[in-house]
């Protein structure tokens, strides 16, 4: 599974900086994406990123406000956010898509290796 960590307690326009820590075994052509869920929500995709060569996708949810890298040495994919809003407040968490079909997409279904996310609060 993955590990996500950065979340916190952040006012609005400010930035916070996520990251996810994946297994060797889940990567090789993998895709890893983002994702979010505020309560009472369905899960939504952010931001997916292709592990072997960097391509970089991005939903509609955070487009613009945030941007996905990866470590490939450290195993890990960092999600930058900026200009948080109050409606950004939500869990967190990242997860593997070995074909890339549902991390292109945005689709929650069908991602592996989910983590327990981690929060983040949006408030004055």
């Known amino acids: 599974a993955a590990l996500e960590s950065g979340g916190g307690l952040v006012e609005p326009g400010g930035s916070l900086r996520l990251s996810c820590v994946v297994s060797k075994s889940t990567l090789d052509d993998a895709y890893i994406g983002w994702f979010r869920q505020a309560p009472g929500q369905e899960r939504e995709g952010i931001a997916c990123?292709?592990?072997?060569?960097?391509?970089?996708y991005y939903q509609d949810s955070m487009k613009g406000r945030v941007d996905i890298s990866r470590d490939k040495e450290a195993m890990t994919i960092s999600l930058s956010m900026n200009n948080l809003k109050k409606e950004d407040t939500a869990v967190y968490y990242c997860?593997?898509?070995?074909?890339?079909?549902?991390?292109?997409?945005?689709?929650?279904?069908?991602?592996?290796?989910w983590g327990k996310g981690t929060p983040v609060t949006v408030s004055s």
């Open positions: 990123i292709g592990f072997r060569d960097g391509s970089k």
């Open positions: 997860a593997t898509d070995p074909l890339g079909i549902s991390c292109l997409r945005g689709n929650w279904i069908g991602m592996n290796d």
